[in-house]
């Protein structure tokens, strides 16, 4: 059966319950609603895109098992897409609580240098930013500040890109004797 008389028997009302024959075919007709209604039942904890790629990859491996005699090719479409955002849901929950159980909040991999950026106020970064040589600012601020990778850096200052990836790292130390010396 071609997907135009499958569409055309479903606007009809004729023969609703019969099922398409393809996966392309069910995609075609299903997949935007489908998508729609996993918005609607995902709630707080579930992605909707997430769940509607499952549905309908449920329905398509199971396209053979429906049966037009239980009912229409709708509510079983429905009714996969609605479990599918019920297990997503009860996936979340039973996630966050083993992760309250276990009493981590955050990922485990913990970068030291993010953490000790966190503890060093402000204040404390500019101080030492100011002992630095006008140079080394300028280094700093076009990498960390402008975001430039180091070639365009270096394009900047006049440094191949490897000599301002060296500069760069130099005045990166000379920051952290700064900052774990204590500025005053």
Request: some cysteine; charged content about 30%; proline content about 3%.
């Amino acid at each position: 059966m071609r997907i135009e008389h499958v569409a055309e028997s479903l606007l009809v009302g004729t023969r609703a319950s019969i099922a398409p024959v393809t996966p392309e075919e069910l995609c075609a007709l299903y997949a935007e609603r489908v998508c729609r209604y996993a918005a609607i039942v995902a709630g707080r904890d579930g992605d909707p895109d997430d769940i509607a790629q499952e549905a309908l990859l449920k329905a398509i491996t199971k396209l053979d098992r429906f049966d037009p005699g239980r009912g229409s090719m709708e509510g079983w479409l429905w009714r996969i897409v609605a479990n599918t955002a019920k297990d997503a849901t009860r996936r979340a929950r039973l996630r966050a609580l083993l992760t309250e159980r276990l009493g981590r909040r955050e990922p485990a991999v913990v970068d030291l240098e993010d953490v000790a950026v966190e503890r060093l106020s402000a204040g404390e970064l500019l101080l030492a930013v100011a002992r630095l040589s006008p140079r080394d600012r300028q280094l700093l601020a076009l990498r960390f500040v402008a975001d430039l990778d180091t070639a365009s850096v270096g394009a900047i200052v006049g440094l191949s890109a490897e000599s301002a990836r060296r500069a760069i790292g130099r005045a990166l130390e000379r920051l952290r004797a700064l900052v774990s010396g204590g500025v005053r």
